[in-house]
């Protein structure tokens, strides 16, 4: 008659050790259930198995492998009581729980066990994917501060050294040369600001006293890109084809860098005063062709231009080439394909 007491107790006393301390839970349980089976016949042994095989189910997901082995060992060893009790002439009615509560003890510890690594192999392809999520937001970070920093040091250094040339001789295009360095770095400043300030705060609405944050660059700013070009010594003529639609803003972005480095390259490297500039919108897709007759150069450059251009065109699903022209010149050329409208899906 006090073995459903006894055992109450020792599940009270588990439950509230299990959490904390589960290898002293599960040593308070087997002891009470040890004692209730003593004074009690066979009609708790289902519940007593039942318990255990939770607990070291428990165990095995919560704890590592040594731990959880522990407890298996734990019930092993509690069975050499229950096996004196019962040679001693304790009524079991004809039941024998040794075997059921080995077999649940492995059959619950492999459940457990199967769990926890399932959740390791969960946490391990989550931890992969947040590296590859910040991988991927490092390398688009160094892709803008490259096609922003490139372009515009670029033309500052030319322009510095034009002015220097014509300080004596020419104080006109000197000053020319200084106001467009000053045009120059203010934009490129704004740009960085509004990079640093996206990357500190979701937030970009701007404060009491600052000035807006302007948009990102699309194809709109084409003609703001020439004539800066134009001011370091390289003519740019731009030439469309097709439609003029509003792009997506990443297509649109990845667009205008594309091009923007290109020209880049030609007024640092080409050596010529001329490149011409092709875009074309149409059969649902963005081409982009920036060519000049310089003295060429090879697509395998030392620098990442050339990288980031063609990242930018595969993170799009498009396509990207970079090459010197049969004639002489440069070739660089991208195809980013355009999303469906809305009313053709």
């Not at 922003?148 to 104080?171: E, K, M, T, W």
Request: aromatic share 4%.
């Amino acid at each position: 008659m006090w073995g459903f007491p006894v055992l109450g107790c020792a599940l009270l006393a588990s439950g509230l050790l299990l959490r904390r301390r589960p290898l002293t839970a599960l040593a308070v349980l087997l002891g009470g259930s040890v004692a209730s089976m003593a004074l009690q016949p066979s009609a708790l042994q289902v519940v007593v198995v039942c318990v255990v095989g939770l607990e070291i189910c428990y165990i095995a997901v919560t704890r590592t492998r040594r731990v959880s082995l522990t407890g298996v060992a734990m019930v092993g060893v509690s069975l050499i009581p229950l096996l004196e009790v019962r040679s001693a002439g304790s009524p079991w009615g004809g039941g024998n729980v040794e075997p059921a509560m080995a077999l649940a003890t492995i059959i619950a510890w492999l459940i457990g066990h199967s769990i926890r690594q399932a959740q390791a192999q969960a946490e391990l392809v989550r931890a992969q994917a947040a590296a590859q999520t910040a991988m991927a937001e490092r390398l688009r970070i160094a892709r803008e501060l490259h096609d922003i920093v490139a372009h515009s040091i670029g033309i500052i250094a030319i322009q510095a050294g034009a002015g220097r040339r014509v300080f004596d001789a020419r104080p006109d295009e000197a000053r020319d040369a200084l106001a467009a360095i000053e045009a120059t770095s203010r934009e490129t400043l704004s740009g960085l600001r509004r990079m640093v300030t996206g990357l500190r705060r979701a937030d970009l609405e701007p404060g009491p006293g600052q000035a807006p944050l302007g948009p990102a660059p699309g194809l709109a700013a084409i003609e703001r890109l020439a004539a800066s070009t134009l001011e370091a010594g390289v003519k740019v003529d731009v030439d469309w084809h097709g439609s003029r639609e509003p792009l997506p803003a990443d297509i649109d972005l990845s667009a205008f860098r594309i091009i923007q480095e290109a020209v880049t390259n030609v007024v640092r490297h080409a050596g010529t005063g001329q490149c011409q500039v092709c875009i074309g919108q149409q059969d649902g897709q963005l081409s982009i062709e920036v060519t000049d007759s310089g003295c060429g150069g090879s697509a395998a450059g030392t620098g990442y231009g050339i990288t980031g251009m063609r990242e930018r065109a595969t993170l799009l699903g498009g396509d990207f080439s970079a090459g010197p022209r049969p004639g002489g010149g440069f070739r660089v050329a991208a195809r980013l394909p355009l999303p469906a409208p809305a009313s053709a899906r």
